[in-house]
């Protein structure tokens, strides 16, 4: 079977994102079954709601290779737990890296059904992104992160903006994914570094 570089991105997205709910999971001492479901639903939940939104069969369904992806990562998170344990930025780190290559394919994906104008598809790539971290979130019944104060689904509207911008410039497509993904990494690192985030609501 042949991969393209968006079908490599879009698995080590993720394994990314596999890791960081199954990580939370165990964090909200859920067993293994809970777990996996708890990862497997954070690493296709975006991209399940994006595709029913595009009216296309969600992408994970006639391709096994996702159970397997959220499987391996499910037994990296129990075989190397220690080392995971020791690294306190862990789930941030694997959350942000899913975050920031499922953007891309989410725009990707979007751009290749010619669902026009791109507004569109930098809302599908956001919600790609984003939307399998608030399911987790309610999986874990906590606040989703999405609607806190720390920069979250607005980093992927930048990164989304950037690949617009990128498209514009005439750049090629791995060099659009790149910056698209390395500007939304930014973005997050800084905001959370710098503490850095929007205004809250107040009554």
Known sequence: MNFSFINWVEYIGTFAFAISGVRMAAQQRFDWFGAYVVGFITAVGGGTIRDLL?????????????????????????????????VSKTIFIFDTIGLCLFVVVGIEKTLALECYPFWL??????????????????????????????????????????????TI??????????????????????AVKYRIGLPIMKE
């Open 54 to 86: 595009l009216d296309i069969p969600p992408f994970w369904m006639n391709n096994g290779s996702y159970l397997l992806c959220t499987a391996v990562a499910f037994a990296c998170v129990i075989i190397f737990k220690k080392q995971l344990e020791r």
């Open 121 to 166: 598809a930098i809302i599908m790539g956001s919600i790609t992104g984003a939307a399998g971290g608030i399911l987790r979130d309610v999986l874990l019944n906590i606040e989703p992160l999405i609607f806190r104060k720390e920069i979250y689904a607005s980093a992927c509207v930048i990164g989304g903006i950037v690949y617009w911008l990128c």
């Open 169 to 190: 410039a005439g750049f090629n497509t791995t060099i659009t994914q790149t910056l698209t993904a390395a500007c939304i990494f930014i973005t997050r690192f800084v």
